[in-house]
């Protein structure tokens, strides 16, 4: 419910002023902005149920902090996918995983998208006037300047959206293959190609344009229907991106992996149906579009806040790791490896700081019992029990071995 709401909100937001530009009426200005701040109180309420939602479900303090100041910046969404794919990027050095690497692409290029766009936007509305006055959106679209470096910008963005779309496309299509053998492979590509291929349909008009005669002789329905047929091409694409990790909240037990699948989910929907700033360039009053940017860093802090958090679970819990390797289900791959690559970091990171605590007490000849007896203590403290029973085990069998290797030569 809450993924079809926000998704509602966006294409009512960047949807009418395309179809009244299309259409051959216009209404009052005291319509469009009741329009507009009913989809304002939409959006704040949207914000503040997912925040209620995130906050209820993450018991660690480190999720609670406050990110209403910090949502209106497009730089902190680009800084949470920056964050992401870093560590995704270790967990690949790591493992080397196909479908880490494709989710890591799309990451990356999202957040050369969101940036690319800031520019573009930034850049485009500095030929505006400083003082918007309402203004008809007919007339808004009339007197909109164009630069000449605004032109390369368009089609930069268009290729690092398509290349992004199509490499998360891929990933989600691989993790949701298991449900190719319930449906059949030739009906499940049928079905997972319809977001794919309609969202690159658009496009045709710069390779073919097969409606060109259609846009010639009547350009105001061929207008409309674009805008009623193909007004949520990101946001459906967003839906089924979300569905793998929606779905994989079904597939695991454990409750607080559940939470964290369904806020990446939900943060999957929320990112890659936002990414739309074509209706905020218009710079029409009241600023449409305005409401679907501003889904972008609520949608980039759900998933790294999910991804992350679901990984250091698996990283932690090895009853979740056990339950993971159990099971064939295709769209736990994604945590699987990058949890997997997490444990593995945090063991090593604990290996080295006993390795050093265990070389300075050697060193140290002076070091009274109490101190070693401390120092364990605080290591063990560090570990769970069953970690820290498992490694004291092969201190203690290395340390008899050892003791019965030098009393030999005395034999």
């Given at each position: 419910m809450v993924i079809l709401f926000a998704i509602s909100i966006m294409v009512l937001d960047t949807t009418i002023v395309k179809y009244i530009a299309f259409s051959n009426k216009e209404y009052p200005t005291p319509l469009y902005v009741s329009i507009f701040v009913v989809l304002v109180i939409l959006f704040v309420i949207a914000v503040i149920v997912l925040l209620g939602f995130v906050?209820?479900?993450?018991?660690?303090?480190?999720?609670?902090?406050?990110?209403?100041?910090?949502?209106?910046?497009?730089?902190?969404?680009?800084?949470?996918?920056?964050?992401?794919?870093?560590?995704?990027?270790?967990?690949?050095?790591?493992?080397?995983?196909?479908?880490?690497?494709?989710?890591?692409?799309?990451?990356?290029?999202?957040?050369?998208?969101?940036?690319?766009?800031?520019?573009?936007?930034?850049?485009?509305?500095?030929?505006?006037?400083?003082?918007?006055?309402?203004?008809?959106?007919?007339?808004?679209?009339?007197?909109?300047?164009?630069?000449?470096?605004?032109?390369?910008?368009?089609?930069?963005?268009?290729?690092i959206s398509i290349l992004s779309f199509v490499s998360v496309w891929i990933a989600s299509a691989v993790l949701m293959s298991t449900y190719k053998r319930r449906i059949g492979k030739i009906r499940y590509w049928t079905i997972t190609s319809i977001p794919l291929i309609y969202f690159l349909f658009p496009f045709e008009k710069n390779v073919v344009d097969i409606?060109?005669?259609?846009?010639?002789?009547?350009?105001?329905?061929?207008?409309?229907?674009?805008?009623?047929?193909?007004?949520?091409?990101?946001?459906?694409?967003?839906?089924?991106?979300?569905?793998?990790?929606?779905?994989?909240?079904?597939?695991?037990?454990?409750?607080?992996?559940?939470?964290?699948?369904?806020?990446?989910?939900?943060?999957?929907?929320?990112?890659?149906?936002?990414?739309?700033?074509?209706?905020?360039?218009?710079?029409?009053?009241?600023?449409?579009?305005?409401?679907?940017?501003?889904?972008?860093?609520?949608?980039?802090?759900?998933?790294?806040?999910?991804?992350?958090?679901?990984?250091?679970?698996?990283?932690?819990?090895?009853?979740?790791r056990r339950e993971f390797y159990n099971t064939a289900k295709s769209q736990l791959t994604l945590l699987k490896t990058v949890g997997v690559a997490q444990m593995e970091k945090e063991l090593i990171k604990k290996y080295k700081s006993m390795d050093k605590r265990a070389r300075s007490i050697e060193e140290d000849s002076r070091f009274e019992k109490d101190n070693v007896k401390e120092a364990l203590h605080g290591l063990v403290d560090e570990l769970d029990k069953e970690k820290a029973r498992e490694m004291l085990h092969d201190v203690l069998t290395e340390l008899y071995a050892k003791s019965r290797t030098d009393r030999k030569p005395g034999v």
């Open positions: 906050k209820s479900k993450n018991s660690q303090s480190g999720l609670k902090r406050g990110l209403s100041l910090r949502s209106t910046y497009l730089i902190i969404a680009v800084t949470f996918l920056i964050m992401l794919v870093l560590t995704l990027v270790d967990s690949i050095l790591a493992k080397g995983d196909r479908i880490l690497s494709l989710y890591t692409i799309s990451f990356s290029l999202t957040a050369i998208a969101i940036m690319t766009s800031l520019v573009y936007a930034t850049y485009t509305l500095s030929h505006q006037p400083s003082n918007i006055r309402p203004l008809s959106i007919h007339n808004s679209f009339i007197g909109l300047p164009r630069s000449e470096l605004a032109i390369y910008f368009g089609p930069t963005l268009d290729i409606f060109q005669s259609l846009s010639v002789s009547s350009p105001f329905l061929y207008g409309v229907l674009n805008v009623i047929i193909f007004s949520a091409t990101k946001q459906i694409g967003a839906l089924f991106f979300s569905l793998v990790f929606l779905a994989a909240s079904t597939l695991v037990t454990k409750r607080e992996m559940q939470k964290y699948l369904l806020i990446t989910g939900i943060g999957m929907a929320i990112l890659y149906g936002s990414i739309e700033i074509d209706t905020l360039l218009y710079a029409t009053y009241p600023p449409f579009g305005v409401v679907t940017a501003s889904f972008i860093p609520m949608g980039a802090y759900l998933v790294f806040t999910g991804i992350i958090r679901s990984a250091r679970l698996v990283a932690q819990d090895s009853e979740l």
